[in-house]
């Protein structure tokens, strides 16, 4: 069997080439991250991908060209936690030495030891489902960060807004500061355009009672009147409301692939297009699992374990060392299909009886809710109530 370790960087990647019994092929070399270095790397493999095992670190998007590469001319890589990688290091030696080459050596020889199974070519839609739950995460965090600026703000020029309405960040305040971007332009409003501007992005629950409350509050407010931090206010706001209508494309694209798929995980009360498909995307493919065991260890919610001699430790916590992305999703889900789903609504009670913590309770009942997922992704089955 011949062994090819490939350290995954941003412009050149290092690879060592041995056999199983350990005989160097190809001592540590560098290649180029483009087309010329990947046929350099290719000129040192066989023709075809009987009997060879390539493996490489997982580094995001860094790897995703190579690993393209790899799986179109039939070498299906093995992908490597860095953890795993970092652990194996330090088994190996006791000197505090790293360099992408001895990684790259690390990694051909994680190969021989290791049953990892290798990378799988993901269906189109997967793939496509799986880039757009991970954009989808980055621009609810880029919304986020904006609003926390609009709070910010808020509290620099009418920080008694807070107290008027439910939610500063939410579409009818928004509305109003950007039309009245300061306590004393507020203050100076026509009571009836203060009063359109609420109830048109209120749906009605904002009237003229509400207008009349936060112009009081604008008059008597100790804000600072600031051209420079007004001009902010309409900026970040602009930027809400751009990123929020990029937000409702992004889920009617989703919601297309997943109509398409008609994934069983829609039958489970609770669960929609948004917690199914990033479900999904991060499964990829149920049959790599063979339990559901190896499924809640990939989520990172399998407990922790911890023995010495006669000692067990019996409080600790859950590992954490899975996609984080899933564990979100699973979390959520199971918090969510509790409330719609008189089977787990009763196990979710059970626990909290027990005295657990909220998010111990929601842990428990996560698991819970990974045993049925794996079930009817296994048996691609709909979900059926428990009497």
């Known amino acids: 069997m011949i062994l090819v370790g490939i350290d995954v960087a941003k412009d050149k ?31 040192f493999l066989p023709e075809t991908s009987d009997n060879v095992k ?38 190996h030696t006791l000197r505090k030495t790293k360099t992408d080459k001895i990684d790259a050596k690390l990694i051909a020889l994680m190969l021989s030891a290791s049953d990892a199974k290798p990378h799988l070519d993901l269906s189109y839609h997967i793939s496509e489902l799986k880039s757009l739950t991970r954009y989808r995460s980055r621009l609810k965090a880029q919304l986020s960060k904006l609003k926390i600026s609009i709070s910010r ?51 009605g629950k904002y009237g003229k009672d509400k207008a009349i409350c ?34 409702k494309v992004l889920e009617d694209k989703i919601k297309f692939i997943m109509d398409q798929i008609q994934s069983p995980l829609m039958t489970i009360p609770g669960i929609s297009y948004n917690l199914a498909s990033i479900i999904l995307a991060e499964i990829v493919d149920i049959n790599r699992f063979d339990n559901d065991g190896q499924l809640l260890a990939f989520a990172g919610l399998d407990p922790g374990t911890h023995q010495s001699g006669k000692f067990v430790a019996k409080d600790v916590s859950m590992v954490k060392r899975g996609s984080p ?17 008189e089977t787990f609504a009763l ?41």
Request: glycine letters at 4%; one cysteine or more.
């Open 325 to 341: 992305h899933l564990r979100w999703a699973l979390l959520n889900a199971a918090r969510l299909v509790a409330m719609n789903d």
């Open 153 to 203: 703000i808020v509290n620099i020029i009418f920080p008694e807004l807070e107290s008027c309405v439910y939610s500063v960040t939410q579409k009818s305040t928004l509305a109003m500061l950007r039309m009245f971007p300061s306590k004393e332009l507020i203050a100076n409003a026509h009571l009836t355009k203060l009063t359109n501007v609420l109830m048109a992005n209120s749906s």
């Open 13 to 43: 990647h290092d690879c060592y080439i041995c056999d199983s019994d350990g005989n160097v092929i190809k001592d540590s070399f560098s290649f180029d991250n483009n087309i010329d270095g990947f046929n350099l790397l290719l000129s």
């Open 347 to 387: 196990y979710y009670q059970k626990k909290k009886s027990e005295g657990k913590h909220h998010y111990v309770v929601l842990s428990h009942t996560a698991k819970k809710l990974v045993r049925v997922i794996f079930k009817l992704l296994k048996e691609n089955c709909q979900f059926v109530p428990q009497s």
């Open 54 to 91: 390539v493996g490489l670190e997982a580094t995001g998007h860094y790897s995703l060209n190579l690993i393209n590469f790899l799986v179109e001319y039939g070498f299906n890589p093995v992908i490597f936690n860095p953890l795993q990688i970092n652990l194996f290091r330090k088994a």
């Open 214 to 247: 936060i112009k009081k509050a604008a008059a008597k407010s100790i804000g600072s009147d600031s051209d420079a931090i007004s001009f902010e206010l309409v900026q970040t706001i602009d930027l809400i409301n751009f990123y929020s209508s990029k937000f």
